[in-house]
């Protein structure tokens, strides 16, 4: 008996060793993108090879956005592995199966492909993955986006219209800090902390630079944008400005 669980244990182990090198590695397409509204392993992936006709998701729009994390675990379920190294949230599929338009410091020109606004937004929305869609222009702007991630999470500068070219100058960090508010400043050097209430004296977006009047001693200070009623002053704001204020939007 005690022969046979060796038995049995090496057998399993051996198979929980061998397991992870069962799974083939494979590299996300530069172009993903589906013909026939069906996504699957093999539209993302390049090598996906018997594993190719794996349903991932069905495309009933233009584009579909795909979490990534949630197609890495698919993949690694097929018996495919992807180790995501860009790091992507999010992966749009595209129909048709055209490739997007290279960019360019100049408009390009011709049928090129671009992000378009799929629905109207208004001012300070926040953009969604669903607010994206690629379509076919004659010319394209200077800084049209190549990527959905670009505008994904940021706000409308000004109302957007439904059908319109996506650029870059569409919007802009959300602002997280609107005047007048109360505000909670927080002083750090890094190994002490402190805090205070504040009003807010402007408008601010996440990184921006605006002053706080404390509601007590009423002093003016300067500070930096954190959060949603965030700031902060100090040490902290200062390594903040010199890193240029690059904080993750999404």
Do not use: C
Not at 208 to 236: H, Y
């Amino acid at each position: 008996m005690t022969r046979l669980l060796r038995t049995t244990a090496a057998a399993l182990a051996a198979l929980l060793i061998a397991g992870p090198a069962l799974a083939a590695p494979v590299a996300l397409r530069a172009d993903v993108s589906d013909a026939d509204g069906r996504v699957t392993l093999d539209d993302l992936f390049e090598g996906a090879g018997g594993a190719g006709g794996v349903l991932v998701a069905n495309r009933t729009g233009p584009t579909v956005v795909l979490d990534a994390r949630s197609v890495q675990v698919m993949a690694a379920r097929a018996g495919l592995q992807w180790d995501n190294p860009q790091g992507f949230r999010r992966i749009v599929v595209r129909g048709g199966g055209a490739a997007p338009a290279a960019g360019s410091a100049s408009a390009p020109r011709g049928n090129v492909e671009v992000l378009a606004w799929a629905r109207s937004i208004g001012t300070g929305e926040i953009v969604q993955p669903q607010d994206l869609v690629w379509t076919k222009v004659a010319a394209a702007p200077s800084d049209a986006p190549q990527d959905a991630e670009q505008l994904i999470g940021l706000a409308a500068k000004r109302p957007l219209r439904e059908g319109s070219v996506a650029a870059a100058r569409d919007v802009t960090a959300p602002l997280v800090i609107k005047a007048g508010e109360t505000v909670t400043v927080t002083w750090s050097d890094g190994y002490v902390s402190l805090t205070m209430q504040g009003k807010a004296l402007k408008t601010a977006a996440l990184g921006d630079t605006l002053n706080i009047q404390n509601t007590v001693s009423k002093k003016v200070i300067e500070a930096v944008a954190t959060g949603p009623g965030q700031a902060a002053t100090g040490p902290q704001a200062q390594r903040l400005k010199a890193a240029g204020a690059q904080f993750a939007t999404r």
